[in-house]
């Protein structure tokens, strides 16, 4: 098993930047591809970005492409979520996750989750 531990987020005002750090201990790191998912009040969780074990594919989702930037350090265990250009549609609890290599569409570990809040 892998535990998750996030860090960042915080309030921002629109148009500023933001990173999020999620480090993971357990299992070895690359053993996982990681995800941000993002849950708003009201709302389901969804998908932000994901990143492989390599770091080589990512994938966003259509309203942050551009804005966001998903990567990962394997030697310090942390992925990370560069967020640019905030929007007030952007403020929601984030949540970091990992998915086996063996099944990367099944992520079941997950952290505790951050407070992103962009004012207007």
């Known amino acids: 098993q892998v535990q998750l531990v996030e860090s960042g987020g915080g309030l921002v005002q629109a148009g500023g930047s933001q990173i999020l750090s999620c480090t993971a201990t357990g299992r070895p790191f690359t053993d996982y591809a990681m995800g941000w998912f993002r849950q708003a009040p009201g709302k389901e969780r969804s998908v932000v970005a994901t990143?492989?074990?390599?770091?080589?594919?990512?994938y966003y989702v259509s309203s942050v492409n551009g804005r966001f930037a998903i990567s990962r350090d394997n030697a310090k265990n942390t992925v990370y979520l560069q967020m640019n250009s905030l929007k007030p549609e952007d403020t929601a609890v984030y949540y970091c996750a990992a998915a086996s290599t063996s099944d990367p569409t099944q992520y079941n570990y997950w952290g505790q989750g951050t407070q992103v809040t962009v004012s207007s």
């Open positions: 990143i492989n074990w390599s770091g080589r594919r990512t």
